[in-house]
């Protein structure tokens, strides 16, 4: 194994497009690696909240994300040289396609998954969704390879085979072009996962995902070979101190964590620890209310709309979200949490259920719209982020909308990742406040 001294290598599992089968297959070798005894330190390309789950529970580590679009390069490289601690491979999910990114406006890089290759000299392993393709596959891989030439292609996984003579069509095609096929994965192994609004459903809900992830790990042992991968990989050109990103919302920070309230950054919470601050879980689910001591309380975003009922009826949260705002705790809710923070949220069907009605607002998800980007963000007001006139950086991922809006304070003027100005958002009253953004760390410019 490596010692923990010693800079870990790593790998990065990326795809020409979304939808090739990368999250599936970043899990099974997750797990295949895992079982085997290797300590796998797990990561994922850009602002998602639900795949990191499952690499979690597949290596029984925790999942970080790493974001150049919206991590400053200090907090980028501190996160990277954090992965190398205790750890034998670092194995990283890419995002979207390889070279797919937003506008570098002011920052690090385009949160693409080639630019981070870029950055670290880590390998990029390529799986490719070969089920509608035969020898056109060496074009789509030579042109990936030779795109770019700071991105190491150093590998390819197909999926999707249909046959052993499809499998040996593309293993003839490919091997014109000198790139490694480290295996084939067959179309029909029953390892699809059932997906909702947001992406997949997380990892939580599955009763059996131990299970699941040991036959992913299956069918990753029969068909690639992972000898030849754990060679390619090679450790980072980089590494820094842990920087914090966000400041802490307080001392003590109650923090909402349950089915409803699941996006979390892991990034966000361990720099609230290391500034000092306690870090004080509690479920509105189970109608936990907030530490009577927390002078700060977090509701993350999450998925408040499928559990609405619940959290209508919950009392002792309701009560004690009242009691916290009462006493001017600072009280920051972030999209799902956002929405919990209003007067009433209208669910898909059309029912309204009250919610804590710290905020003037009412939400609506049988009217859906999407909302997708990152975001640049400036503070209109004094918050916990820092005086009035504070950057930072987010992104928004829904698709509920505002239905109603009363008097209150904007507290974010917000531009989307080409800098064009998208105006005011979030409600502010008090020490109370929120909007739909997910922040993920300052920004230097």
């Not at 790139?179 to 909702?196: C, D, K, N, W, Y």
């Not at 705002?325 to 309204?352: N, P, S, Y």
């Not at 505002?402 to 800098?419: M, W, Y």
């Amino acid at each position: 194994m490596t010692d923990a001294l010693t800079t870990a290598p790593g790998l990065i599992l990326a795809a020409p497009t979304s939808g090739a089968g990368k999250t599936t297959l970043s899990m099974g070798l997750m797990r295949a690696l895992s079982r085997s005894g290797l300590r796998i330190a797990p990561a994922k390309i850009g602002p998602d909240y639900i795949d990191p789950r499952f690499h979690d529970a597949a290596t029984d580590r925790i999942s970080i994300n790493l974001d150049g679009w919206a991590m400053r390069p200090k907090v980028l490289d501190g996160l990277i040289a954090d992965l190398s601690r205790d750890s034998d491979l670092i194995l990283v999910e890419g995002v979207m396609g390889l070279f797919d990114g937003s506008p570098a406006v002011g920052a690090c890089d385009t949160g693409s998954t080639a630019d981070l290759a870029a950055r670290t000299g880590w390998p990029v392993i390529l799986v490719v969704d070969a089920a509608r393709q035969a020898q056109s596959v060496a074009a789509l891989v030579q042109g990936f390879r030779d795109f770019r030439s700071d991105v190491d292609i150093a590998g390819v996984i197909l999926n999707r085979v249909g046959s052993d003579r499809h499998v040996a069509l593309l293993r003839d095609a490919l091997a014109g072009t000198g790139m490694p096929v480290l295996g084939a994965i067959p179309r029909e192994t029953g390892t699809e996962r059932p997906s909702r609004h947001l992406g997949l459903e997380q990892a939580g809900e599955d009763a059996d995902l131990s299970g699941y992830l040991d036959r992913l790990a299956d069918v990753v042992e029969r068909t690639l070979d992972l000898d030849v991968l754990r060679n390619l990989a090679q450790p980072s050109r980089i590494s820094g101190p842990p920087s914090l990103t966000l400041p802490p919302l307080g001392g003590r920070i109650a923090v909402a964590q349950d089915a409803a309230f699941s996006f979390l950054y892991p990034h966000v919470l361990d720099g609230w620890r290391r500034a000092g601050s306690e870090i004080l879980p509690f479920s509105p689910l189970a109608d936990q209310a907030p530490d009577l001591q927390a002078d700060a309380v977090y509701l993350p975003g999450g998925y408040p709309e499928l559990h609405a009922a619940q959290v209508s009826q919950a009392a002792h949260f309701r009560a004690g979200m009242a009691a916290a705002a009462g006493r001017g705790a600072a009280v920051f809710g972030e999209c799902g949490g956002f929405m919990v923070l209003g007067t009433a949220l209208i669910d898909a069907k059309g029912a309204r259920h009250p919610m804590l009605d710290l905020l003037p607002l009412v939400t609506r998800f049988d009217r859906r719209r999407l909302h997708l980007g990152y975001r640049i963000v400036t503070t209109l007001r004094d918050t916990p982020f820092g005086p009035a006139g504070t950057r930072l950086r987010g992104h928004e991922f829904h698709y509920s909308v505002i239905g109603e809006e009363g008097e209150a304070d904007r507290p974010f003027q917000v531009t989307d990742a080409r800098d064009e100005d998208l105006g005011s958002t979030g409600l502010a009253r008090g020490s109370v406040y929120g909007s739909y953004l997910h922040l993920i760390d300052r920004s230097d410019g």
